[in-house]
């Protein structure tokens, strides 16, 4: 009998077409060696170009969902997209109960497409109940504009809506990848970190691909494997940027135009290459 590898549970929705949400995020567990549990919010019915039906679960399904993630034990926690303010409020109450386990959100907000994913009313209450018991945020400049109440258009705008939000509790992780705003010329893009005390920036080659559905659930995803692992927090989330450039360099595309496409968690990790 082999050992158990770390338990790592990820609370969000399906993605039909396997490019984000809940499907994104067990291609990345099984890519970093750990057991990938599974809490779903909402049911999300997706072609390669739109969200067509969205479907939230409801509180009490989410509600056991999460007491028999925990009855099996675990070690790590991604959150994704919650769909309205009383699946917040539950997730929260049982975080808050829940021994101390790294907590990574990804306040996803609405999908590539538009599509809202989490109710507008939702907001006070991830804001006040559910960040302050979260070890890591990670929004993109949209997201981070969103929780900080600020326009970012630059660096040192970014490093701003950073501090804001770390005063709500958890250290933030403000991704670059989907504006010029802390992006440097020459193709580069910054994710930003900080927490609390000091920045550390993430400096990586832009990879220009079209098929890039399912990167920010994949880079939460990989830190709380990472975090699984008892790996620190600076390097669960250096790694975790490296494990994204990867995944965005194995991409390819979906749907009968080709328009639209993924990055690859299992990139160089199974026969195609
Ligand atoms: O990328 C954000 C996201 C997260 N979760 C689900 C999604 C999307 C985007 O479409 O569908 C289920």
Same mark, same amino acid.
């Given at each position: 009998?082999?050992?158990?590898?770390?338990?790592?549970?990820?609370?969000?929705? *399906?993605? *039909?077409?396997?490019?984000?949400?809940?499907?994104?995020?067990?291609?990345?567990?099984?890519?970093?060696?750990?057991?990938?549990?599974?809490?779903?919010?909402?049911?999300?019915? $997706?072609?390669?170009?739109?969200?067509?039906?969205?479907?939230?679960?409801?509180? +009490?399904?989410?509600?056991?969902?999460?007491?028999?993630?925990? +009855?099996?034990?675990?070690?790590?926690?991604?959150?994704?997209?919650?769909?309205?303010?009383?699946?917040?409020?539950?997730?929260?109450?049982?975080?808050?109960?829940?021994?101390?386990?790294?907590?990574?959100?990804?306040?996803?907000?609405?999908?590539?497409?538009?599509?809202?994913?989490?109710?507008? +009313?939702?907001?006070?209450?991830?804001?006040?109940?559910?960040?302050?018991?979260?070890?890591?945020?990670?929004?993109?400049?949209?997201?981070?504009?969103?929780?900080?109440?600020?326009?970012?258009?630059?660096?040192?705008?970014?490093?701003?809506?950073?501090?804001?939000?770390?005063?709500?509790?958890? *250290?933030?992780?403000?991704?670059?990848?989907?504006?010029?705003?802390?992006?440097?010329?020459?193709?580069?893009?910054?994710?930003?970190?900080?927490?609390?005390?000091?920045?550390?920036?993430?400096?990586?080659?832009?990879?220009?691909?079209?098929?890039?559905?399912?990167?920010?659930?994949?880079? *939460?995803?990989?830190?709380?494997?990472?975090?699984?692992?008892?790996?620190?927090? $600076? +390097?669960?989330?250096?790694?975790?940027?490296?494990?994204?450039?990867?995944?965005?360099?194995?991409?390819?595309?979906?749907?009968?135009?080709?328009?639209?496409?993924?990055?690859?968690?299992?990139?160089?990790?199974?026969?195609?290459?």
């Amino acid at each position: 009998m082999a050992a158990p590898p770390p338990r790592v549970l990820t609370i969000a929705g *399906s993605d *039909s077409g396997g490019c984000s949400g809940a499907p994104a995020d067990l291609r990345t567990f099984a890519a970093y060696g750990v057991h990938g549990l599974c809490a779903l919010t909402a049911v999300t019915a $997706q072609s390669a170009a739109e969200v067509r039906a969205v479907e939230p679960l409801g509180p +009490e399904l989410v509600r056991q969902q999460l007491e028999t993630a925990e +009855e099996i034990g675990l070690d790590a926690i991604k959150i994704g997209m919650l769909s309205d303010a009383a699946t917040v409020e539950v997730v929260a109450r049982w975080l808050e109960r829940l021994p101390p386990t790294p907590a990574v959100l990804d306040p996803v907000l609405r999908s590539t497409s538009g599509t809202a994913l989490l109710d507008a +009313e939702a907001m006070p209450v991830l804001v006040e109940r559910l960040l302050p018991q979260l070890l890591l945020v990670t929004p993109n400049l949209f997201e981070a504009e969103r929780l900080s109440g600020m326009t970012i258009t630059g660096l040192e705008e970014a490093r701003d809506a950073a501090r804001r939000i770390e005063r709500m509790g958890p *250290s933030v992780l403000v991704t670059g990848g989907h504006g010029g705003g802390t992006g440097k010329p020459g193709g580069e893009v910054t994710d930003l970190l900080f927490d609390g005390n000091r920045f550390e920036a993430f400096v990586h080659p832009r990879i220009r691909t079209r098929w890039r559905r399912g990167t920010g659930c994949t880079l *939460s995803a990989a830190v709380a494997a990472g975090l699984g692992w008892h790996l620190p927090l $600076q +390097e669960a989330v250096r790694r975790a940027v490296a494990f994204v450039e990867r995944a965005l360099r194995g991409s390819y595309p979906l749907g009968r135009s080709g328009g639209q496409g993924t990055l690859d968690p299992m990139a160089g990790r199974r026969g195609r290459r």
